[in-house]
């Protein structure tokens, strides 16, 4: 069988290539047949998470300071100018597996007497108490509460209460979303309890509602689990097969292929030539055959380019660097006769 030629580095680098490969093969069915291990892995059996969302509305009473009927929660609280504030608290919990609520859940509005810079609490009165509807979709839960409270009225009381009592300190009005339950998935009980709250200074001519939120809004439940490497015995016969294949290409290229240096003195000559006068010389796709009775030799290449220039003619070539044949041949035509010259490489 004739040998296909491959250089010598090509051919080094294919053979380090497929060794590799085979070690990383023939390790990975030891590591199958052998005993088995295990590592350790952190699954997550159940989460959920959610979001606290307060949003509120003041109200104007008819005014020539501000115009505008209703201001959201981004402005400021006039005492004197406000009719009324609506509220409107919404959590969203979204689960990792279909889930239930069981529990209470109520929103709470409270009217509070502080007094000092700790803000002690003097008395307190519950002014309502709303239900919170509970909508579950999937493996989402909302609750959601909203409530309209009359401002102005609270404060007129309270200017009377002062007026006659003279009582010291501030109030505010505070309105807690009190949640208290357990989500339920799968049989499992998880302890949900949330409590975010808004709160308003009432004598205060000028406030802005301040928000207490959860600090943390998520939840996961996680355990430690044990997963096989390298047990799936169905890869075995592909690593088998790939095996097989990588070792019959090795003996192709080991006993049918003959390697080269990448560079010899041929190779060179004709680097050089091609490189320096390449725009003058034209290449044949193959050999001619010379017919002419007038063929002058020419002892190397130098000369016929010297010739080229001195008959003002084209250096035509052809060359082959093949493993079976390595030559390079020049030709000059004029209308007397042909210049010749010759090259051959060494065939290893």
Known sequence: ?????????IKISIIVVI?????????KVYSINSKETFTEEIKTIYSYEWEENIEWTSHLIDNP?????KLDKTRFIFKDLTDEI???????????DQTSFEGDAMLVGTLKSIYGNEKELVWQETLSLEEVDITNKENTIVFDVSVVEDIKSIKDELDLLDEEFSL???YILVYELAVDGELVSNEERYDFKINPQVEFSIMSSLTKGLETLSETMTFSKEETVQIPLDTNRDNLSSY??????????L???TVFTKSKSSKDAFDKLVDSLL????DRMVRLPKSLSLQYGNVMNIENEKDMIKTADEINQPVFYYYNNEAEERKLEMFIFDDTRVYYYNKFGVLE
Not at 1 to 9: F, P, V
Not at 19 to 27: E, H, K, S
Not at 65 to 69: G, L, R, Y
Not at 86 to 96: A, G, K
């Open 65 to 69: 300071i501000i115009k505008e009927k």
């Open 1 to 9: 069988m004739k040998k296909i030629y491959l250089d010598r580095k």
């Open 19 to 27: 060794l590799l490969i085979l070690a990383f093969l023939v390790f």
């Open 168 to 170: 010291p300190g501030d």
């Open 275 to 278: 490189k320096e006068y390449g």
């Open 240 to 249: 088998y097969i790939a095996i097989v294949v990588l070792i019959l290409i």
């Open 86 to 96: 609506t509220l409107n608290f919404n959590v969203p919990i979204t689960t990792s």
């Open 251 to 253: 003996i192709i290229v």
